[in-house]
């Protein structure tokens, strides 16, 4: 019997929740070439956090496993050799069962990549690196409504108070234009405002300083404000093709439309925060550091983090190709939203850039949920 036995509904589908259809591990293509102790690499990783169990989901505890099986598998995973690739497969094969996930619009949503990119600039101002990067502001209220009854689950708010209430936080276009200036909280400055921007969109990265040293940035906050996809303004504007946007085109594109780039970068009104990372990096949202390739950002709402997840998507880099590998859910996005919506975690380098930017590709994945501790030994 699984400690966890979610099938599939109607209300599920035209809900908001996804449904979980259980299948085979046979029934996942490429599932046995898998280098799986990579993957297992990045759970322990994650076994390291309590799982929290998407509030929104009804009887989500029931759905997705108790938390004592989750402690039970971590406790096995934790005495796995590193790099046996069979035993790891043996192990997720033994006290796991995959379920197919079924969105509202099906089985099939959009998956993307995000990297940890890497800027030149220094710890203080100059005519090259005019561009500062902020720290979170000591003004920026967060508000979890969660805490103020279910039905806000998952809902959170940002601003600043003035007058005793709650207004927005100060948008893109006001931060850039000085709105945060005189405060101390400029941590780095860089020199291209469209490599900050898409630094901000990665929400992780690294700055090289002018003595070699290389700082690590983290997420911090955002303002609050919604996120806009400027891709998406280009394409409603005619400048570029749906079929051609990526990170690459979008980035040529405002190098040859300065005149045009403020506009564009401030729809996004979203403007994130960062902090300095000693240590392993990046760090997601569940609070570890990202395994690149294996390492996945999901809606929290519908899936809680630290759950294995088995992606099937075309490699933007090798048409003939499929990226078919066993992920761990580690991360979220203000992009990121759906019950089929991944966005996997690339690396850092030339490489993981390109395959980043370019990967907006038609996705499917299966979520992998422990098995009753008696099945698992036979019993």
Not at 303 to 318: C, K, R, S, T, Y
Not at 361 to 370: A, D, F
Request: hydrophobic share 40%.
């Amino acid at each position: 019997m699984l400690a966890a036995a979610p099938g599939c509904s109607p209300d599920e589908r035209s809900g908001g929740n996804p449904a979980l259809e259980p299948v085979s591990f046979a029934d996942l293509p490429g599932w046995t070439t898998d280098r799986h102790a990579e993957a297992l690499g990045a759970f322990r990783r994650s076994c390291t956090r309590p799982m929290r169990f998407p509030p929104r989901a009804e009887g989500s505890a029931e759905r997705f496993g108790r938390a004592e099986d989750w402690r039970a598998v971590c406790a096995e995973a934790a005495r796995i050799a590193d790099g046996d690739h069979a035993a790891a497969r043996g192990f997720f094969e033994r006290r796991f069962r995959p379920f197919r996930v079924v969105g509202k619009d099906g089985d099939t949503g959009l998956i993307t990549g995000y990297y940890e990119p890497e800027l030149a600039g220094a710890r203080r101002p100059s005519d090259a690196y005019s561009v500062p990067l902020y720290t979170r502001p000591r003004d920026l209220v967060t508000v979890n409504l969660a805490e103020f009854g279910d039905a806000y689950a998952e809902e959170r708010l940002a601003g600043r108070v003035e007058d005793g209430r709650l207004k927005p936080y100060y948008s893109r276009a006001q931060i850039v234009d000085g709105a945060l200036a005189g405060q101390g909280l400029e941590i780095v400055w860089v020199a291209d405002p469209v490599e900050a921007f898409f630094l901000q969109i990665q929400g992780s990265g690294r700055v090289r300083l002018p003595d070699g040293e290389v700082m690590r940035l983290g997420y911090a906050a955002t303002n609050g404000r919604p996120y806009t996809a400027i891709g998406r303004e280009l394409v409603a504007e005619g400048a570029l093709a749906l079929e051609h946007v990526s990170l690459q085109s979008i980035r040529a594109w405002l190098r040859a439309n300065p005149q045009r780039r403020r506009d564009i970068l401030d729809r996004n009104r979203s403007y994130v925060f960062f902090r300095e990372l000693r240590g392993e990096g990046p760090v997601g949202t569940q609070g570890v550091a990202l395994t690149p390739g294996r390492s996945l950002a999901v809606d929290r709402r519908f899936l809680p983090l630290g759950v294995p997840l088995w992606i099937d998507a075309p490699d933007p880099l090798d048409p003939g190709h499929r990226l078919r590998r066993l992920t761990v859910a580690q991360d979220t996005g203000g992009a990121i939203r759906g019950a089929v919506r991944a966005d996997l975690f690339c690396g850092a380098g030339q490489e993981a850039e390109e395959r980043a930017g370019r990967m907006r590709s038609p996705g499917r994945y299966h979520v992998l949920l422990p098995v009753d501790p008696a099945r698992a030994a036979g019993v």
